[in-house]
T-cell receptor, first 110, second 114 residues
C-alpha cells in the first residue's frame, strides 16, 4: 500500500532557487525518511526525522514534520543541477518495511 | 556503510523465460533483505521480505510462485521471475536493513521482457 502522497508530482526550477516538496501520510509513525533517486538508479537515504522532532537540517536540506497534520516537507536550498532527481518520502510500516510516497520529480535548470 | 550490489544491472529476455536477479550485501551479514518493484515514473512497491534460511514473506497481491526468492546465505538473496511476461518489465531494487532505521538500497535491475 502507498502511505504517502507527495506534492507536487513534478517541479522544475532554476539553479540557485529553493525547492520545496511535501509529503502526507495516513497512519501514526515513529519516523519519516526522505530518499533521492537519480534516474534509473537505486535510492540514497537523505534524512530521517523522528516523530518527536519538528525540524531537522542536513547541509542544504531542511525537513519539517507536522504529526498533527500528518505531513512533512523537504526543502533544498540553493539548488544545483546535480539535485535533479526524484525525491521520495517513506514511513515504516512495521517489521522494517518501508512504504514510499509517489515521489516528486525535481528538475534543476541551469 | 553497507554496500549492496545487484546483478545484472539490466536484462532483456523473451516472454516465457525465467530471469534470476542477485542481491548481495558486500560488507554486512543480512538476515533480512527486501525486494521492491518500481514501474516507470512510479514509486517503489515492496514485493517481499527475504529471510535467510527460511521462506520469504510476500506482500498481498504478489504471486509467490511467479517471484521466487531464495536467501541461501547471509550475503545473498536471489529473485527469480518465472515465465516472465511483458507486464513484468520493471525496475527491481533490493535493500538491506542494517540497524534501526538504516536501510541501504542496491542500484537496481531493469528487466525488459519482449
Amino acid at each position: 500500500s502507498q502511505q504517502g502522497e507527495e506534492d507536487p508530482q513534478a517541479l522544475s526550477i532554476q539553479e540557485g532557487e529553493n525547492a520545496t516538496m511535501n509529503c502526507s501520510y495516513k497512519t501514526s509513525i515513529n519516523n519519516l525518511q526522505w530518499y533521492r533517486q537519480n534516474s534509473g538508479r537505486g535510492l540514497v537515504h537523505l534524512i530521517l526525522i523522528r516523530s518527536n522532532e519538528r525540524e531537522k537540517h542536513s547541509g542544504r536540506l531542511r525537513v519539517t514534520l507536522d504529526t498533527s497534520k500528518k505531513s512533512s516537507s523537504l526543502l533544498i536550498t540553493a539548488s544545483r543541477a546535480a539535485d535533479t532527481a526524484s525525491y521520495f518520502c517513506a514511513t515504516e510500516e512495521g517489521a522494517q518495511k518501508l512504504v514510499f510516497g509517489q515521489g516528486t520529480r525535481l528538475t534543476i535548470n541551469p | 556503510g553497507a554496500v549492496v550490489s545487484q546483478h545484472p544491472s539490466w536484462v532483456i529476455c523473451k516472454s516465457g523465460t525465467s530471469v534470476k536477479i542477485e542481491c548481495r550485501s558486500l560488507d554486512f551479514q543480512a538476515t533480512t533483505m527486501f525486494w521492491y518493484r518500481q514501474f516507470p515514473k512510479q514509486s517503489l512497491m515492496l514485493m517481499a521480505t527475504s529471510n535467510e534460511g527460511s521462506k520469504a514473506t510476500y506482500e498481498q497481491g504478489v504471486e509467490k510462485d511467479k517471484f521466487l526468492i531464495n536467501h541461501a546465505s547471509l550475503t545473498l538473496s536471489t529473485l527469480t521471475v518465472t515465465s516472465a511476461h511483458p507486464e513484468d518489465s520493471s525496475f527491481y531494487i533490493c535493500s538491506v536493513w542494517r540497524t534501526y532505521n538504516e536501510q541501504f538500497f542496491g542500484p537496481g535491475t531493469r528487466l525488459t521482457v519482449l
